[in-house]
């Protein structure tokens, strides 16, 4: 289609001026591999005149004896400057494939048209084979090498190829038997020693190489290595083996000593062992030569035949470059009744001192047979033990076997006891329980049965006239106990008797002579500090007596006092020692007081108003302002202003209102309201029109009063 176009355009451009004379192939023979991949030019079309326009193509192809064949080549069309050129091609994607063992020779013809001329001219393709690599010593060769003098890295071989056509080369390898003495580098295609020929145990080895140009592939070439006086393997020679081992064995018995031989080896052996199953931490280990049962730091068997019943420990020893190899010992669990354990070896337990089975502690207390037996959980004798028993079918739960009381140390608060679980092959497991009783708020205070009278006189000292002492059984908080007055009769006597919360009772102040000859009944409160508190009360008897005649006074204890001079100890009674005086004195003080704010509340109206009782004359205020051109007795002004109600400010107009503004001048006896007078007349009330204000007095004299306008 490109070719026509062009001829269009030539043609009315006036280009088509020549017709065609003769055509050529440049070159006439050329040849081509039957490996060929892609399409290639092959020759090239010459047209006389060069500015022919014509058509050309592949008329046909026939091989070396003249006979028609099918083939694969074609012509490309490419447009040049002037004009456009003609190429035969070879067309990889026909389906006439090149083969030179069938067709080695193509004589090919190709014509081309102008108009109604036509010119054709031949040319000459051979077909070349593809040419197989060559390997270098084929097809094989052998190296001999010692085990001792190649360590690793050392250079072994290089595989060396060449390929006539020049086609890009691929090596493969293959080394039999498998195994990884060798390293080899594919770009290189060098063969070196991956380990020490120490490490070597099998000779020889023989690896295949095959090599390819992609076409055709060199196959099997064999380099053999031969590797001489190859090292001996270290051997463990007591292993494989299998032992059977009770699981009560102690831990650190010894299970095998291991033997060794390496005939060509003359160092010592470091054996290593691995263990499965694999748990940790491990129930073996490795000292020297000597396998033997780990030991154990929780006091338990090592090996547990309820939970794994065989091992298997695998142990190797290396000279540096051989392991040994299928060093196997199978180790098996034999079964033994063991003792119960416990889910604790000491439990805790908190009580209360009570009755037989009340108060109780859960252990938590759990038992298992590693064989699944029945076992009977009891408490071994000793230590107070016989206190204390189960309460529960699961020997869970403790309480106390008998009263338990700890008040006055009679039982103790701390106790270790043991508790034992056997099982029905006789094994026993033992555990231990810390017992602490706490002490219980079980006794209230106690007051001695005596209860003494206590004498009191104008000449006993103020202070300390007795002490009252309660006593608990009870330890601790259990049995502290604190004191207070729970009654006093009569109440009046409370102003000079009192009770301290550590018992003492004390005279507080003088008694008046009211009170001589009379006598006090004073009831006590003793509390202890327990949860809940119990509590309880005795009386003491006070007595007022009158000033003894003797220069021997008693104390309230009724025990002789060391003398004084009566008249000296003897004080002057207080006017404020009756509450009748204090309650008289209260009241005069508020009416007092009263009196003052009133007082003051009148000051303060005077202050502010300038009146005290009723409004004052008819002079202005002096709490507002007033204009200095304003005469109250004559004609009243009236120019607009801020002060007038006739000024444009809507606070003074007469339709506003203004809670902040009042008017003066009214008489509180004359009006309805104590301060402003409310009638048409009034600026303020409805149908004032200018603002004028007459009240009684000057509006029958004729005569206009002030109108002020002040804030509240």
Known sequence: MEWFCILILLFYAGAVTSQLTAISLSPPNTFIKDTQLGNRDLSK??????????NCFVQGARTASNVNVQHPFALRFQPTALTFEWHVIFDATSTNKLNAANVPF???????????????????????????????????????????????????????????DGDQLTYSYIVQPTVNYFDINTATNEIRSAVDFRS????????????????????????RIQVNGLNERPDITNLPDTQTVREDIAGGTTILNLQYRDLDFNGNFVPSCTVFPNIQPSVFMVSGNRLSLATSTSGKNVLDFETITSYQVTCTISDGYLTSQGDVMTINVQNVNEKPVFNQQTYTCLLEESKAGVS?????????????????????????SQRFGFVSPAYDILSFAVDYDVDKNVMPTNVVIEVEARDTGGQVGVANIAITILDKNDNSPTFPAISPVIDISDITDIGIIDIILATDDDSGSNGEVVYEANGISPPTAANYISVLPNGQIHFTKRFPDSLKGTAVLLTVEAKDKGSPPKSASTSRTIR???????????????SPLTSQNSA??????????????????????????????????????????????????????????????????????????????????????RDHVDPRYTREYGDPREYGDPRYYRDSRHPLSTGSINGDFYDDRSYRGSRKAKLAIQPY
């Open 45 to 54: 079309v010459l047209i006389e005149p060069v500015t022919s326009i014509t």
């Open 106 to 164: 193509y004589q090919l013809t190709v014509e081309c048209l102008e108009q109604n001329i036509s010119r054709s001219a031949g040319m000459t393709i051979q077909v070349l084979p593809n040419q197989r690599p060559v390997i270098s010593n084929y097809p094989g060769l052998t190296r001999s090498y010692n085990a001792g003098s190649v360590p690793s890295s050392t250079s072994l071989y290089t595989v060396t190829a060449t390929d006539g």
């Open 200 to 223: 070597v145990t099998i000779s020889p080895i023989i690896i295949h190489v095959n090599v390819s140009d992609g076409f055709s592939t060199v196959t099997d070439f064999k380099l």
């Open 360 to 384: 109780t502690c859960n252990l938590f207390l759990t038992v298992t047979d590693p064989e699944g037996d029945a076992v009977v959980v009891s408490i071994r004798p000793g230590n107070n």
């Open 544 to 558: 007022f007596l009158e000033s003894p005649l003797t220069t021997a006074p008693t104390s309230g204890s009724g």
């Open 568 to 653: 000296a100890s003897t004080q002057q009674q207080s006017y404020f020692d009756e509450p009748a005086n204090i309650a008289l004195v209260v009241i005069l003080s508020l009416i007092l007081l009263a009196a003052l704010i009133v007082a003051f509340y009148f000051c303060m109206k005077y202050c502010l108003l300038g009146y005290c009782c009723k409004p004052g004359s008819n002079r202005p205020s002096r709490v507002h302002p007033v204009r200095d051109d304003y005469d109250p007795y004559n004609s009243y002004y009236r120019t607009p202003s801020r002060f007038t109600p006739n000024s444009r400010d809507p606070r003074y107009s």
